[in-house]
């Protein structure tokens, strides 16, 4: 079982930027197609990014096209999201996940496993 742990949120002023990490481990990180949610007090959890096993393949939320970027190295074992011009829309619990795929999909029931978040707060 493959183990996610995220880090790089904090606190940050609208417009701002972050980068957050998600490290993997226990399983072969080039096998699984990874990808980025979050989740706001009281709504449901929602996909920001995908990425597929080798890189070559990224899909995007219409929310935050052009100001997210999804990467991963694989000899890392490790995807990132970089994210600017933040918003305080933004602010919420970030979780990445892995699915034993091919493909990106946006629903959380087709994710294998789950990192346990890291908090984005965007101050206006």
């Known amino acids: 079982q493959v183990q996610l742990v995220e880090s790089g949120g904090g606190l940050v002023q609208a417009g701002g930027s972050l980068r957050l990490s998600c490290l993997a481990s226990?399983?072969?990180?080039?096998?699984?197609?990874m990808a980025w949610f979050r989740q706001a007090p009281g709504k449901e959890r929602e996909f920001l990014a995908g990425i597929t096993r080798s890189g070559g393949r990224t899909s995007y939320a219409d929310s935050v096209k052009g100001r997210f970027t999804i990467s991963r190295d694989n000899a890392k074992n490790t995807v990132y999201l970089q994210m600017n011009s933040l918003k305080p829309e933004d602010t919420a619990v970030y979780y990445c996940?892995?699915?034993?795929?091919?493909?990106?999909?946006?629903?959380?029931?087709?994710?294998?496993?789950w990192g346990q978040g890291t908090q984005v707060t965007v101050s206006s």
């Open positions: 226990g399983r072969t990180f080039s096998i699984y197609a």
């Open positions: 996940a892995a699915r034993r795929g091919a493909t990106v999909v946006v629903t959380t029931g087709d994710y294998d496993y």
